[in-house]
């Protein structure tokens, strides 16, 4: 059955979020005809459709997220968020084992940078904490190479101008400050491709370490990079809170 309305997203990237599989091989079953959308064959990978209310079909059958499942993963700097890469580095489902269904990413975090990313087969799950309209707060502990000043500060709070247009207000706190170093705490709305670092390389810093420590109330805590943990109903109304965002430190 067709679902509400709401998430407007290109073919390949709707049947990898149905659960079928990796955008790649949605590519590949839409070129060889194996996709229909409200009945009709569709050629194309890059046809923008609604997901929640078109009908998609894989050779007649329809997507079963069924059982759903979401897990947390402390994702270490070096691995990037994808199935496969073409200059062969790690990926984070090179942390997981074989066995788990078919999962993807809920945002991305650059190769650099590390902590909590979420990984599931519910589509509704995934548009909720990643559209910006439903306010699911992002927290990051953000080393950076200098201190910044109070103007700097203002600016990220105010948002900053880049190229495709001005983030959005974000909220900052200094945690820890050296000669060499400062650590900042971000809370932030939405997820840019490396929007953090550019933020800061605007405002005149530079981003050493970057952690996302978490996601609605939900925390990375003491979950040691590399490994993962299942969520059940109580960590996805964590995850999915979006009341007004405190300083976790």
């Known amino acids: 059955m067709p679902r509400s309305a709401g998430q407007r997203v290109q073919l390949h990237r709707a049947i990898s979020k149905l659960g079928w599989g990796s ?15 409200d009945g009709q064959v569709v050629t194309e990978p890059l046809t923008w459709i609604d997901l929640g209310s078109k009908r998609i079909t894989r050779a007649g059958q329809e997507s079963n997220l069924e059982p759903r499942l979401t897990i947390a993963l402390h994702k270490p700097a070096g691995n990037i968020t994808t199935r496969r890469d073409e200059r062969n580095r790690k990926t984070v489902y090179d942390l997981l084992p074989a066995d788990l269904p078919w999962l993807f990413p809920v945002g991305r975090l650059d190769a650099d940078s590390e902590g909590l990313l979420i990984l599931t087969n519910d589509s509704r799950l995934a548009v909720r904490l990643t559209e910006p ?41 200094v945690l820890h400050a050296s000669k060499k170093n400062s650590v900042v705490e971000m809370v932030l709305y ?19 370490k970057l952690v ?7 925390q990375l805590g003491d979950l040691a990079a590399g490994r993962f943990r299942i969520l ?11 009341r007004r965002r405190e300083f976790i430190s």
Do not use: F
């Open 23 to 37: 955008r790649t091989q949605a590519w590949d079953w839409i070129r060889s005809g194996q996709i229909r959308v």
């Open 133 to 173: 309209e439903h306010h699911i707060p992002k927290v990051y502990h953000v080393t950076l190479r200098s201190t910044p000043s109070a103007e700097s500060l203002r600016q990220i709070c105010r948002g900053i101008q880049l190229s495709e247009g001005r983030t959005r207000p974000a909220k900052v706190k």
């Open 190 to 208: 939405e997820g840019r491709n490396r929007q953090i670092r550019r933020m800061w390389a605007t405002a005149g810093h530079k981003v050493r």
């Open 232 to 242: 059940d109903a109580a960590d996805i109304s964590e995850l999915t809170e979006n």
């Open 212 to 218: 996302r420590v978490a996601i609605g109330r939900y």
